[in-house]
């Protein structure tokens, strides 16, 4: 399985950019598609995720500000991200996994967010 991800670039703090990530390969069904985040100096944490039926996961500092969604049949998965903060800025990966036999995780390319105070 391959992630392509687009979108990420330079806001100003109070803006909105949409990631979206799209998936190629073998991915099966029933797997997990998300967007994780890393700034410098932090560790990788999730920002949102959400299964093939719809279940949805956020960071609490995310929400009500981002809203993920997927397009099964094109295996995309999208993250808009609204009222933008400097503290949002870091590196955002795609991910998706399946957690169930065939297991995977698999990582796309990072993409830039900077968010400017």
């Known amino acids: 399985v391959q992630l392509q991800a687009s979108g990420g670039g330079l806001v100003q703090a109070g803006g909105s950019l949409k990631l979206s990530c799209a998936a190629s390969g073998s991915t099966g069904t029933n797997y997990i598609m998300g967007w994780y985040r890393q700034a410098p100096g932090k560790q990788r944490e999730l920002v949102a995720s959400i299964s093939s039926g719809g279940t949805i996961k956020y960071a609490d500092s995310v929400k009500g500000r981002f809203t993920i969604s997927r397009d099964n049949p094109k295996h995309t998965v999208y993250l808009v991200m609204n009222s933008l903060r400097p503290e949002d800025t870091a590196v955002y990966y795609c991910?998706?996994?399946?957690?169930?036999?065939?297991?995977?995780?698999?990582w796309g390319q990072g993409t830039l967010v900077t968010v400017s105070s």
């Open positions: 991910n998706t996994k399946r957690t169930v036999t065939p297991v995977y995780d698999y």
